[in-house]
């Protein structure tokens, strides 16, 4: 039961275009969700979050949009960079529950 | 601040031997999460700990797996017998009280049993 989905194992995009990366979930009491950005053999770091009561959160290159009555949210990175490349993760959680559940990842590869 | 250190970065092993995976928390951190990547199931939260005292460990496979925490600066995730299913990115991670985005992960220790 996979209650945190990202349904692109990997996208594949040129250098200076947007990047979008797209995370479903199912369950209604998550109100806080996050974006990870993992290099090969690191471990992940935090890029960007966003409560449920904001549909938009910006942070430079990095904006996180969020439909609650989708049940989606989104990653949008512009312009891409080559450094950009890398897997992202998405998680979310509930308030009352620090547990994060995570996505199975999307690879992100930028293209010169 | 040195981070979440984990050690050793590779393990190989042989199938039936037992593993054992460590970790240093952040100072000042007080909730230890210990989670497995695979391709298959993505990361998967095996245990977490809060103030070194054992919360959560629904996500620990099976009784070959086990973790302590006895201080709050180390902790171990122990595997015995190991199989080779057990192969996997072990990772652990470790966060303040009220840090939803505050969760610092280690290197991970590449585990694999042959």
């Known amino acids: 039961d996979q209650q945190v989905k990202q349904n692109s194992p990997s996208l594949s995009v040129q250098e200076g275009r947007i990047s979008i990366l797209n995370c479903d979930y199912t369950n209604s009491m998550f109100d806080y969700f996050l974006w990870y950005k993992k290099y090969p053999a690191e471990g992940p770091t935090f890029l960007i979050s966003i409560s449920s009561i904001k549909d938009k959160n910006e942070d430079g290159r990095f904006t996180v949009f969020l439909n609650k009555s989708a049940k989606h949210l989104s990653l949008h990175i512009v312009p891409s960079q080559p450094g950009d490349s890398a897997v992202y993760f998405c998680?979310?959680?509930?308030?009352?529950?620090?547990?994060?559940?995570w996505g199975a990842g999307t690879k992100l590869i930028i293209k010169p | 601040d040195a981070g979440v250190i984990q050690s050793p970065r590779h393990e190989v092993t042989e199938m039936g031997q037992e593993v054992t995976l460590r970790c240093k928390p952040i100072s000042g951190h007080d909730y230890l999460f210990w989670y497995r990547q695979t391709m298959m199931r993505g990361l998967e939260l095996l245990i977490y700990f809060n103030n070194n005292v054992p919360i959560d460990d629904s996500g620990m496979p099976e009784d070959r797996f086990s973790a302590k925490m006895p201080n709050a600066s180390f902790s171990t995730l122990k595997i015995q017998p190991s199989e080779p299913r057990d192969s996997a990115v072990y990772f652990c991670?470790?966060?303040?009280?009220?840090?939803?985005?505050?969760?610092?992960f280690g290197s991970g220790t590449r585990l694999t049993v042959v």
């Open positions: 991670a470790s966060r303040r009280t009220g840090g939803f985005g505050g969760y610092t």
């Open positions: 998680a979310a959680s509930a308030y009352s529950n620090y547990q994060l559940i």
